[in-house]
């Protein structure tokens, strides 16, 4: 019994390191791929160049991703992953609503700047845009956002600030505008690749503006 206890044991302990070691290798293609989508865009990079940055094998590679689709998942969970931990790490109750949206707004931005050639455009495969695991991915993550908005808005009106019936919808309603103004702002830049940093600013100051109002909008 002694002897069987320990082979159990020790396979355990094997078999959690080899756990752990594909862990870490799966977080280092992600990361290659970020590094790669971010400099050339997802639609002009191949799996073999990525497997060609990192240095392995392409069955290693397909070992942990069989496809470009099921990478582009991981790349995108992981992004958002970063994002709603920095959100959840700089949100504070006490603060105004006004001061807590600004902040927000500010973080929103640095990740749309530092990630902006992850959006799925040209070069990408029109198979790509009705995958069902990156729709579902991509609606879970909104719904992650639009819950997260949501609280705020409650924590603001429990300390009576604002009111409505609903803040779920109202939360909704705050990222879908803040949404369209960074659309329109980069469409009327004309840019076809990054917008320049003046585009940025605009799209910070709107946004900023549009929180004022809605505020305002919402006030007991």
Do not use: W
């Amino acid at each position: 019994m002694f002897i069987l206890l320990t082979f159990i044991l020790k396979r355990s302990e094997g078999l959690k390191v080899n756990m752990e070691v594909a862990d870490k290798k799966r977080e280092q293609i992600i990361e290659g791929a970020i590094k790669r989508f971010t400099h050339f865009g997802i639609g002009k990079t191949t799996m073999n160049d990525i497997a060609d940055d990192l240095s392995v094998s392409k069955p290693s590679l397909y070992y942990y991703f069989p496809d470009k689709k099921s990478l582009i998942v991981g790349v995108i969970e992981k992004v958002f992953q970063e994002y709603f931990e920095v959100l959840r790490n700089e949100y504070k109750k006490e603060d105004a609503l006004e001061d807590s949206l600004f902040k927000i707004i500010d973080i929103r931005d640095s990740f749309f700047k530092k990630y902006y050639m992850l959006k799925i455009t040209e070069g990408v495969p029109e198979l790509l845009y009705n995958d069902d695991a990156i729709k579902h991915t991509l609606e879970n993550l909104r719904n992650a956002e639009r819950d997260f908005y949501t609280a705020v808005f409650k924590d603001s009106e429990t300390k009576k600030e604002i009111e409505h019936k609903d803040m779920a919808h109202v939360a909704e309603l705050y990222i879908e505008s803040l949404t369209g103004l960074t659309t329109i702002c980069v469409m009327d830049a004309k840019k076809d690749l990054f917008p320049d940093e003046a585009v940025f600013v605009k799209v910070n100051n709107k946004q900023k503006e549009l929180s004022r109002i809605f505020v305002r909008g919402l006030r007991c």
